[in-house]
């Protein structure tokens, strides 16, 4: 019924919230004002610490014991703990539909401005750190001993060069040579995807087409991953494919489409604290019912994505309206978390190789020493230095390759909305939504 209520609401150019409507600066919502949003990126800081933390609990267990779990309860929660780590790439899903829809509603105009710098800001900002990855990795690999996986990396380089990774995983499941330094780029390439079908989308429909649009997505992905399962098919169909992930990229857009309506704000914050604790709830017993939330299980890989989709999406809805001062907009706010967020990219990148090749040189050592039967002292070492090394080569790949594209960003600015919804030529890097936060990991 309230959906509905969003849905037939009239279209109207973007609006300045009143101060009723906004909190987080001065009444005003930051993310439609142009003003940069801090504790969105603390979002994206714990999306890429989820992900870090994920695969490095696998790869130490994979490299340092034999079952992979320890006869610790302490150690047994932990573990299954950051075995949900998964969902941190649902963040990042979740961020990309708020803010690339954002940026979309906002700078719509003639179409050829239109495309033409969406295209290229998108490009300068994933090409050149991805692409350099990718050689990094065929470069180095040999020469520290990982012939095989760089191999196999150069055997499969029309996949990965053409962000067909996720549909390479599909077809081809499993441990590959090149998984442990290559495997995790599937989502960059359902990003990818995204970016591609998107914005035709938006320019084409109007917002309230759009919503019944992303509506149509939500329950359309489901009911896919559903029907993957109940054909015997492999669950990583369901777990890397774009269209059964669009639930969490149409849950992000639905905000910055609602969020543009007359009023309908209000609904959403209204709306948001049991929507999320509802998800929160469902999560817990499925995590309770199935030994932990393994993305393998089939509960989890179709009600548990999309539960875990609208948590999300509510999160962002909660953090656009804290108030400057209160507990959870510091913390969110806090300079290390936000850091993390700023080189989440490079990170996200680097994370998996750097790990694996950490284990596989610390490995040769023996199995991981325990105290009172418990690994997690040496699960935290390996964590903290893989952890600290990764960020290091984030922010060095920031510093000495990605800034010297981004400054190229300038060049193709956005046309955006007007008070009146007209389009207007924008020299400002970057528009309204687009200056909350970047939305790739």
């Known amino acids: 019924m309230e959906f509905a209520r969003i849905m037939t609401t009239t279209n109207r150019p973007l609006q300045r919230p009143s101060d009723a ?52 309860l302490l150690d047994d929660l932990v573990s299954k703990t950051f075995g949900a780590g998964w ?15 954002g940026i979309l509603y906002d700078a719509k105009g003639p179409a050829r401005r239109f495309f033409a710098s969406f295209y290229a800001r998108r ?41 067909l990774t996720n549909v390479q995983e599909a077809l081809n499941p499993g441990l590959r040579p090149d998984f442990l330094f290559a495997g995790h780029i599937w989502s960059l390439a359902v990003e990818e995807q995204f970016y591609l079908v998107w914005p035709a989308f938006v320019f084409l ?29 492999p669950s990583s169909l369901g777990y890397v494919l774009t269209p059964a992930r669009m639930d969490a990229l149409a849950a992000g857009a639905i905000i910055a ?39 393998q299980n089939a509960w989890v890989h179709t009600v548990g994505f999309s539960m875990v989709a609208l948590l999300f999406a509510a999160c962002i809805v909660l953090t656009l309206g804290l108030r400057v001062g209160s507990t959870a907009h510091a913390a969110l706010s806090n300079a290390p978390l936000r850091w993390m967020g700023r080189y989440s990219y490079a990170a996200y990148l680097l994370h998996l190789p750097t790990a694996t090749l950490l ?48 400054r190229l960003k300038r060049r193709f600015p956005y046309q955006e909305r007007t008070a009146s919804g007209s389009a207007s030529a924008g020299e400002s890097d970057a528009p309204v939504v687009a200056a909350a936060a970047d939305p790739l990991p």
């Open 205 to 233: 429909f109007s917002r309230r087409t759009l919503l019944w649009v992303c509506a149509a997505g939500l329950l359309a992905a489901l009911a896919l991953r559903a029907g993957f399962d109940l054909a015997g098919l």
């Open 21 to 72: 409507d906004g909190a987080a600066t001065g009444g005003r919502l930051p993310a439609l004002d142009g003003l940069r949003v801090p504790a969105l990126d603390g979002l994206r800081g714990i999306a890429i610490a989820m992900v870090m933390l994920y695969h490095f609990d696998f790869l130490y267990h994979l490299h340092f014991t034999d079952e992979g779990a320890s006869l610790v």
């Open 123 to 163: 490009s300068l900002r994933i090409f050149p750190a991805y692409y350099g990855f990718l050689a990094l990795l065929l470069v180095s690999l040999p020469l520290l001993g990982e012939t095989g996986a760089a191999e196999e990396i150069l055997r499969a380089l029309p996949w990965y060069a053409s962000y």
């Open 87 to 101: 969902a941190g790439v649902d963040l990042f899903f979740v961020l990309s539909g708020f803010l690339i829809t």
């Open 359 to 406: 284990a596989r040189k610390a490995g040769a050592f023996g199995d991981a020493p325990d105290v009172q039967g418990s690994t997690l002292p040496g699960e935290l070492a390996f964590m903290v230095t893989a952890g600290a090394i990764t960020l290091a080569l984030a922010w060095l790949s920031w510093q000495l390759w990605e800034s010297r594209f981004l």
């Open 257 to 295: 489409l609602v969020a543009r309506g007359p009023g309908s704000l209000r609904l959403l914050r209204a709306w948001a604290p049991a929507l999320a604790g509802t998800s929160l709830v469902l999560l817990l017993l499925l995590g309770a019912l199935n030994d932990g939330l393994p993305p």
